[in-house]
């Protein structure tokens, strides 16, 4: 596509409850990013696919996330059982191969109320 | 670690110049620059590689001196467009080339 698309824009979720958030990169982009940014505050990185090596899921915060990503293009990312700490925007971005630009998705805003 | 800008925030006039600075703790192979607007997601400006490069970008340049692991942000005749926060990503090299970005610096240019 022509740009980083994400879905849903925006989730709200009851404390406890499983969210997916979903990425669909530039198509043709080989690395993709998940980056966590809370209200007013700078990007936190939470996970890094580069083809088709193993993933750098360095960043993320407890084993109550995941992230994949299928045939090297669309990612999820899942937070089970999530807390209100988890209450942010979440950042997908796409660069052609990691060592040029990103392009950012316009993120999901979840709120867990 | 997490790069460190400077200043935190800065008030310009239409027409006047600024400079943030980008400094990390760890060697670094390249520093991105992005802009951010209220409510969007950041924009990348541009990148530098070690090798003390300057880019411009418009009326918008940065240098990088991977000595002193720094990168500075040189925004000349201010526009109101230039108004945002801009962060800065650092890139260390090694296997992965995921970005660390900065604390940010919010920019308001008024008229």
């Known amino acids: 596509g022509a740009g980083v698309s994400q879905s849903p824009s925006n989730k709200v979720t009851e404390k406890g409850k499983d969210v997916e958030l979903r990425c669909d990169p530039i198509s043709g982009h080989t690395a993709l990013y998940w980056y966590r940014q809370s209200l007013g505050q700078g990007l936190e990185f939470l996970i890094y696919?580069?083809?088709?090596?193993?993933?750098?899921k360095s960043g993320l915060p407890s084993d109550r996330f995941s992230a994949e990503r299928t045939g090297g293009s669309v990612s999820t990312l899942t937070i089970q059982r999530t807390q209100q700490e988890d209450s942010a925007v979440y950042l997908c971005a796409s660069s052609l191969d990691g060592i040029r630009g990103y392009t950012f998705g316009s993120g999901t805003r979840l709120t867990v109320v | 670690q997490q790069p460190v800008q400077s200043p935190q925030a800065v008030i310009l006039r239409e027409g006047e110049d600024a400079v943030i600075n980008c400094s990390s703790s760890k060697a670094l192979y390249s520093v991105h620059w992005y802009r951010q607007k209220h409510g969007e997601a950041p924009v990348f400006l541009m990148i530098?590689?070690?090798?003390?490069e300057q880019k411009g970008h418009e009326k918008i340049s940065a240098s990088f001196n991977e000595k002193k692991q720094q990168s500075s942000l040189y925004l000349t005749a201010s526009q109101l467009s230039y108004s945002g926060t801009y962060f800065c990503g650092t890139e260390g090299g090694g296997a992965t080339n995921k970005l660390i970005f900065g604390t940010g610096t919010l920019l308001a240019v008024q008229p």
């Open positions: 696919f580069q083809g088709n090596s193993a993933p750098d």
């Open positions: 530098l590689l070690k090798g003390g």
